[in-house]
């Protein structure tokens, strides 16, 4: 079983009531009902406005692959759990970042740049979104792209450091290009950014939508689990003239 | 200076009417012309038909940045030139690879992959060209994106393996899009890929092209021209116990 | 099951003594022996005098992952036998390239440089092999280093491109390191660089380089086998302006 | 002119008589002297203690390339502070991270690890740095290795994301490796991470470790030293359906 955990800030939806209508649940539990068709899939799901943001120790802590949502409160989320949140994917748990989550605190502190984009456009138009590895395993399933109707627009430049791999590149009507699938490792921890999910539009219905966050669930889920850096016992035998030196070898935790 | 060597298989010019109208003097010759008001290039021009294709090893050494344009005719590029210009590659020499060479002999055989594209389309659509690192030295002077009017298309999936920097992804008015600047270090030597250059349509006259072919040739030139791999002199001081052994070191050449 | 290709020139051990006391039946079937303890695994050798040097299409396209051992002989290995296993690894098998193959053909073909070393020697010093990324799945099972008590030494520099992983870096009694374990990906395949195994030393019995064979041939071992650049079906539906446009799109082969 | 920038959190050098003995003005004005020598740099020192560190909107937004030596205070060092650099680094300013600030926070901040070692040992054996990539700029005018007599050991795995490129590996006389010399870019930045210098020894006397840290500003040096994401003018011309709709696109600042 993979223990996936679904965070959204759950603002506009319970604010905005065109967002309301499209996800009255919340776009973490439409996330949930279609993931949970995955009988090895596990699922939680919390809010910002829960203690700690509803991201305890002891939930991280049983947590395989943390999908995150946010837009507008960024900046409301606290630097403890931010932190915490990058220790858990150090360690190995694996971490989606959807859509406007490429500006999260916890995006930026894992790629080290601010992830900020050129310009954005909300009119609705229509995102074709190419694979350009179709050997990877989130793009398993796919052809060679998919669409989706009504979106939000994001446009290049991306700042965002050498990605591991480029899976997916977006085409918008509006004469646009952008990164939309992108994979990056830190520690034992592996991410993956996958750009759709405007909240006035049914993205998350979607059934290629879907079928890239499941694939990505699988992808990210690691059997390595704890902090194989520290782990590691360290028996140094020294070698060489250094036989007969004191040995002051310190291990670093 | 820089020298400079344009390569071009110069075969569509003299045997189609339409290309011959646009490139009267070769598509090699138009790239001369603007590349020449720039007083830091020496410039040649060599083509398919000469001896050893123009590639002799005289020519090569002299040659700090290679221009390979080669579209219908990869498979009569002879291998043992391939070999030749690959070493010189290595040894330091830039090479830019343009447009319809992505599927060139020697692309193919520094990248590893076949360079193979899902699609072409040559209705002379608007491709819009996106600077994904404007901090990149090959888009210094540029926009965030800048437009051909007509050209032929190429779509993703490019079958390439990871490159070292994304400069470029095309947005094409049919749907697609395409990593179009792309690149890749080889040895000692920088490669450059820019996709934009169909013989049927002007786009070597775009001035914005333009731009990037001179900014990606002082991008591709190395103060390093010679294989520093061999150069080094290697004095191998053995360490601890080895001292005493009889030492059998080879230099590989 | 991962259907398993050992391919070995098989030169040394009929021809050197002290190779034929080591490795009385070549060191395919020494690496044959130990991985047949894994019962995932169904495992063939072949080696260089057989015909097509027993790299058949027949062979080839059974094949999942193949290891390939080779040294005095990498030029006699034919062209089309290089084209035949270059286009294979595209379409998803695995290579793991072992020792000396380093300047192997078909390692050159993969990463675009010749692979070349700066110096090696033949002493049968220690080298203690350091792992880089204990998360990675082929140092599963490792502590933080492994030893081989007596090796042949290769130094830096390495040419090759960037990986896309370092699993192992190497330190040699006499004063050298390498980068001995490493990963790229061309197309849907990938490979796996791994530098123990001398013949005159008895490398491939030491329990932690088994345990690394074994643990490559399953993450290089691939799920997609097939060209999936080719096999995407693209139906290409017209956008804007380009749909009243006679459609001249061409799939590329 | 490149204006530089020695940052030292200068504690050692005070509070520690050894220390003091090796480098009586501090380990920044040590490598100021060395630096003076190009009279294409242009170069003042600030310390820990002055206020904001030394590091003003003013001396920053008038560096070219930051030098950072920090050890036993990491922690005091102000985030707003921090995040200043980070913001100075992405809009283009150099940064070179020296020795034990692999576990800055500034270098944290920037790959998205915690920079942590496997071990350290201070015992001063011999260093032996091997260059990996002779081509480099940073590695001009040295040998295939050089050494340092007395140094600090530091171990792999060192936990860091995949570099842009591998300059440097270290081979220890006590059996460890170490990536010492690892080149990343973020945003318009360049970061070059280079291991040696530990306070109790002279290493910045040792003239190849005064030879890289001098090649490094210069390769850190930026032309491009603003926010080229946000100085690009966006001039979206609609194209195909969207022309007829309401334009709402909206500039990221």
């Known amino acids: 079983m993979i223990n996936v955990t679904i965070w959204n800030e759950y603002i506009w939806e319970q604010q905005d009531e065109l967002v309301n209508k499209i996800y009255p649940n919340g776009i973490h539990n439409c996330i949930k009902e279609f993931l949970e068709k995955d009988k090895e899939l596990n699922i939680a799901t919390v809010t910002m406005e829960e203690k700690d943001h509803g991201l305890t120790e002891a939930k991280l802590s049983e947590t395989n692959v943390l999908i995150w949502w946010g837009h507008r409160a960024h900046n409301e989320v606290e ?3 931010v932190d915490r949140v990058q220790r858990r994917v150090l360690e190995g748990m694996g971490l989606l970042i959807l859509h406007s989550a490429h500006e999260s605190k916890i995006f930026s502190r894992l790629i080290g740049t601010n992830g900020s984009i050129a310009s954005y456009r909300e009119t609705g138009e229509k995102e074709r979104i190419w694979v350009c590895n179709p050997a990877h395993p989130i793009a398993n399933g796919l052809n060679t792209y998919f669409e989706i109707e ?43 950014y996958f750009r759709p999910g405007h909240q006035t539009f049914p993205v998350y219905y979607n059934s290629e939508v879907q079928k890239v966050i499941s694939n990505s669930v699988h992808w990210a889920n690691s059997e390595i689990n704890s902090d194989s850096w520290k782990d590691n016992k360290i028996e140094i035998s020294f070698i060489g003239i250094l036989q007969v030196l004191p040995a002051v070898l310190v291990l670093h935790d």
Chains 1, 2, 3, 4 share one sequence.
């Open 150 to 192: 009504k979106e939000e627009m994001y446009s290049e430049p991306f700042q965002i450091p050498l990605p591991d791999e480029t899976v997916f590149i977006s085409w918008f009507e509006g004469g646009e290009v952008f990164r939309s699938g992108l994979c990056y490792r830190r520690g034992n921890g592996k991410i993956f």
């Open 79 to 81: 630097d403890k759990i």
